[in-house]
Each structure stands twice: as C-alpha cells, then as structure tokens.
C-alpha cells in the first residue's frame, strides 16, 4: 500500500517517488496547492477505489496522516 | 489505466523541444485544472505535441481575451455556476430574474466570441441540465434557461466554432460517475476524472483534425483479426465468421466498422502471413464476410516482415507512417511494429474478444471528424489509380517518358469561391509538400477569399488514369501594391512527384504579373515532414535573404523569374 501511496503522490507532483517520504506535507511540496489536493484526492481514490469523506479529505495534509486514513478505511472493509 | 499512471506517463510525453507544441486553452466558469493532463495526455498518445493551459476561475471572457493566440480554445460553461445556485433558485424566480440570468448568460458568450474571432479552432460545450433535473418528467425553470442559452450558442454560431453536445459525454460515461458533488461545493470543481477521461475523448476526433494530425490508413492484418482462426490450416469452413455464433459477429462488427472507415474515405490495407490465394477466397466466397475486395485499396499477402510491408504501404501511398493505424492480433507483431515502426499506431485484438468492436468503435475516432468533401468519398478510388500510376511507371525506364505518358493537366481557379471545405482541409491535412504549414478552417478560407489583397489560387489535376480534384494551393497577399507575400503554398501527396508544382507557380506568378506585381517574397518554414520541400524557392531562383536551421526566407524580382513548367504538362485556367 505504501509503494502505491508513494507512486501516486510522485505522479500527482510530478517529482521521481524517491521524492515522497512519510514527511512530505504540503508544508514543504511547493506544488501541493488546492488544485494539486483535488487532483491526489481522485488519483488515490481511482488507486484505492476508495471514496474519502470531506473532514478526511481536509485532513490529508500530509503522507502519514494520507495512508493512516487509507488503511483505515481499508482495513474497515469500505 | 489508473489515473495516476495517466499522470505518470502523460509526464513522460512532454513535447521536445524541437517539436512545435500545439496549443490549446481550456475555459470554464468553474475549475477544471484536473482536465489538462487527461487532455495532455488523450492528446499526445494520438500524436498531437498538445500543451493544455486552464484559465482562471469563472473569468471566461477575460481568459478568451487572454488566451485568444492559442490554436485552439475550450469553453466549459457549467450551468449551475452561471449564477450563484441557480439550480434550485430557478424554480424561485420570476420571469424577470430568469430573464436576467440569460442576459448576463448571453453577454458572457457574446464577449468570449468576440475575442476568439481569430482563433483557428473554438470548442464549446452546450449547457446541460442532466446532473440536477435527469429525472424530471417536465422541463422546469432551470431547464428553460438551458434551452434559451443554448439558442444563444446556435445563433452566435461562427465558422470557427463547433459545440459538443455535454448530455452526449455524460450519458456516456454516466451522470453519477461525472459529477463529484464534494468538490463542487467544496472547490467548484463539479466534474470527476471519469467526466474528463470521457470529454477528452470525445473532443479528441474535433482536434486531431484541427490540429493536422488525424489518422489516414487502417492497416489490418487477417487471421485472428477479421476472423477467427487461420485460414491457411483450418481452411475456409473452418475459419469463424458465422453470425450464429458470439465470435463471428465479433468479428463481422469489427469488419462493418473498417468497412464503413471506408466508404468514409480512410485507406484501408491489409497486411497478412498468409498464402495470397487463401485469403483471396476468402474475400471472394466466404458468405460471412463484410469487408470485400473493393473495399481494400492496398494489400500485401505474403511472407516478408510486416514492419516492411507497412514502410512499403507508406511509401507507395505517400503517407507518414504517424498516419497508420496497425490492427494486429499477435503480440509479436505489435512489438515488432513497436520497435521497427514507433510512429505506426499498433494496437492488438483485445484477449477478451467481447471488447474488439469497442476498440474498433475508438479506433474509429482516431480519423478525421466531420464533413466529407468529395474528393475523401473519392478516396480509395483515388489512391487505387494511384497505384496503377505506379505499375505503369514501374514499367517505363525514363521518368519523363513515364510522366509525358500520363498526359498530366491542371486546372488553376483564382477565389474558388465553393471550395472553401476543400481548401481548408488542405491546409489541415498537407505535411510534406507544404512550405509553411499553416492550419486554415473553413470560415478563415471564406474571408480570405473575399478579401481583395489575398489571392487564393487552387489547381485540379487529371491525368490519363483519372481526376485527382483540388490538389494544390497558394495563398498569396499583397501587401503593398507591387509587393506581394507567399503566404502558402502546398500539393497533397497524392500528386507529389509529377513536377505539378512548377506549373503551379508560373501559372502564378504570369497571374501576379498581370496585376502589376513585382516583387514577391516567399518563406519555407521547417516542420518534421516538409524537409522535402526545404530548396524548393533555391530552386525556382529566388535569393534568400535570411536563413536558420529551421526558417528560410527569399525574394525575387519577378523580372528574373524562369519559368519551370516542363513540357509535358498542360495548364489551363479554370
């Protein structure tokens, strides 16, 4: 799941995956706007044919707190 | 394919930057930046360098002001944007307030027109109403704004504008799926991945002719892609084409939509491992075949490597091989056209058979959109002359004893007023002998056919074997009484090879003279296909007066001009 987050993440910044660690935020990836969000929000749903809820959409501010709420949701069988 | 790889290998596809991009600007009164890299992308994989740029947030005629240079402009108006809530205000407001929102509606279209009166290519999106009122049994308020708008999209209509029918994309990739309710009200951005994959899609026809780069051959290979089996082991009984059965009509469906590419216009070839005789029995006898012998236009049966036969193909017709399309069934014939061939489409026959005429129905897309003109209907009759021109010159040593045999005649017409279709799909389609290469639509051939200081000259040519029709074209502006520029000048490659274009040019210039012309100035701008053409001026004469690896520019004092037309061409005025 990690690799797959990682991959996502580097598509949708347009940066190699070796660019994304567990701290990437949108405190330090400069193209991580509002219109980047948008665009990792349905790139990790389409990934992970998930649906996230606008308070977890709100909340995926960075890649730990992205895959804690992925697992969670996957582990909860959604 | 996940969207994320659509990013990933959309990245990978950047124009170089050697390779002129095509330019393209996407408006919307809400944001749509996630459809620039699917467009980038559905784009480039069908060969146009596409760069997509979004406007700005509900700015559209701002941004159609802003980004009017682009070669073409998209306008997405959202209907449940144009006014704050309108779909469920709708319903609460009075005539006048309806009538106000078709107002603002009206001079929002007829600013964003306005700018974009000199864009080659304008897209637009009629107004839809499916996301909120699908389900309704009659039309209410909201529906009624839709209807007056769209009346306004059909008046203010312009040559250089075609709408795209929005309830068409989302019936097809499915209301519920396109719209993502979350984002509109949390960001205006109203529209899923799955809407955008669908309307690049069906745009994706519109700007592959608008942008030259549409598809001309559909090269197909036999066993296992018109039908099932192999004819040369099972024999023709034992080949499946039966209608009674789910894989024969697979494969009849899959014939019907090449047959039907056709009849349209696109070459079709076919390329096969096979023994010629088997499959020519097959064509001749087989009660289940769709495609027949008529429908071919060019062929190779036999052994040789079919990356060589589609070079062969390319060749004889004068096409690029960017403009093919290979339909194979092995993967091994893929990969080698792949590797051999990169610049031929190759796609294979799909493992689960069921999805064949879906990919066949897409494939259909990859041609050119839009009207036929006569000479397309004309097409395979065309390039079937063309390929008795070339036994016959297969069989004559001397060029020019070959070509004086073809009994070769023009026909110049000055503003062909009535051909202006015609024209501009030469300016769309012509890569190899064209000096400029640039792109003309229809209603920007209009004007310039009634403008007094642009000569718009066209040739027909025929020979013995047959008519070519409007074949050749040379805009020429006049820009200061006895000076006069060489906008275009260009041939289709079904006449290329015949010295047609000396003809051409002192037939124009005599005209040019005549009108007290005397000086003309003349440009040969490189691209990728017209290397061929690049000494073209050096050798009528002209001087060139400024020269870079990628532009040359000349003049010549028509006092010095030498007339090229060989002797064994006739030209006539239309």
């Known amino acids: 799941m990690i690799d797959s987050l990682h991959k996502v993440m580097a598509a949708v910044f347009g940066v190699t995956a070796d660019r994304i660690t567990d701290g990437t935020s949108r405190l330090n990836m400069k193209v991580w706007d509002s219109m980047r969000h948008i665009t990792l929000i349905l790139a990790l749903e389409d990934e992970f044919a998930l649906r996230f809820e606008p308070h977890e959409i709100s909340a995926m501010t960075d890649t730990a707190a992205i895959s804690r709420i992925i697992k969670n949701k996957l582990n909860a069988g959604d | ?574």
């Open chain 2, 1 to 574: 394919m996940k969207y994320s790889d659509i990013l990933a290998a959309n990245a990978l596809l950047q124009p170089p930057p050697n390779v002129t991009p095509y330019d393209l600007a996407v408006i919307a009164n809400v944001v749509v930046t996630p459809f620039k890299e699917i467009l980038e992308y559905t784009l480039r994989v069908a060969g146009i360098p596409a760069i997509v740029r979004c406007g700005n947030y509900d700015t559209v005629a701002q941004d159609c002001m802003a980004m009017r240079d682009a070669a073409a402009v998209i306008i997405i108006w959202e209907l449940a944007n144009i006014t704050e809530g309108l779909p469920y205000q709708a319903a609460l407001m009075s005539q006048r307030q309806q009538a106000a929102v078709i107002a603002k509606g009206r001079r929002e279209i007829a600013c964003a027109l306005a700018a974009l009166r000199r864009t080659p290519t304008v897209i637009i999106g009629r107004f839809s109403t499916l996301a909120y009122t699908g389900n309704n049994l009659t039309p209410g308020a909201y529906d009624h704004i839709k209807d007056s708008l769209n009346g306004v999209l059909d008046r203010c209509r312009r040559p250089n504008m075609t709408l795209f029918n929005t309830d068409q994309v989302l019936s097809f990739a499915g209301v519920a799926n396109c719209i993502d309710w979350r984002f509109f009200y949390e960001a205006k951005t109203p529209y899923s991945q799955a809407y955008y994959r669908a309307l690049a899609g069906h745009l994706r026809p519109l700007l592959l002719s608008a942008s030259g780069r549409q598809k001309k051959a559909l090269i197909v290979d036999c066993d296992g892609t018109l039908w099932k089996g192999i004819v040369g082991e099972d024999g023709m009984t034992g080949i499946g084409l039966s209608p009674q059965t789910a894989e024969g009509t697979i494969f009849r469906e899959a014939q019907a939509i090449i047959r039907a590419l056709g009849q349209a216009g696109v070459i079709i070839g076919l390329v096969s491992k096979n023994n010629s005789a088997d499959v020519d029995e097959v064509f001749r006898t087989h009660d289940g075949m769709i495609l027949r012998e008529r429908d071919i236009t060019i062929r190779r049966i036999g052994w040789q490597a079919k990356a060589d036969s589609v070079r062969e193909i390319a060749a004889e017709l004068n096409i690029g091989l960017d403009s093919m399309v290979f339909i194979d069934d092995s993967s091994f014939e893929i990969a080698a056209m792949n590797k051999i061939n990169p610049a031929v489409l190759a796609l294979q026959v799909p493992e689960r058979l069921a999805d064949y005429p879906a990919m066949m129905r897409e494939v259909a897309t990859l041609f050119p959109a839009g009207a036929r003109t006569a000479e397309d209907k004309a097409k395979t009759a065309l390039y079937r002359t063309e390929k008795r021109r070339q036994e016959s010159r297969a069989s004559r040593v001397d060029l020019t004893d070959y070509l004086t045999s073809l009994k070769l005649k023009i026909a110049v017409a000055r503003q062909a007023t009535g051909a202006e279709e015609r024209l501009a799909q030469l300016t769309q389609k012509t890569n190899q002998f064209n000096l400029t290469t640039r792109r003309y639509t229809t209603g920007q051939m209009r004007v310039m056919l009634r403008q007094r200081s642009t000569r718009v000259y066209a040739f027909s040519a025929r020979d013995r074997f047959g008519d070519y029709g409007i074949t050749g074209l040379c805009i020429v502006r006049v820009v200061r009484g006895t000076v006069a520029v060489v906008d275009t000048f260009l041939m289709s490659c079904r006449v290329i090879g015949r010295q047609l274009e000396y003809a051409f040019m002192d037939w124009i210039i005599n005209d040019l003279q005549k009108h007290r012309v005397r000086t003309v100035r003349a440009a040969y701008f490189r691209t990728e296909k017209n290397i061929q053409v690049s000494a073209f001026y050096d050798g009528l004469g002209f001087t060139p007066t400024a020269r870079t690896a990628a532009t040359a520019e000349y003049v010549i004092d028509l006092r010095h001009y030498v007339p090229h037309c060989p002797a064994y061409i006739r030209c006539a005025h239309d």
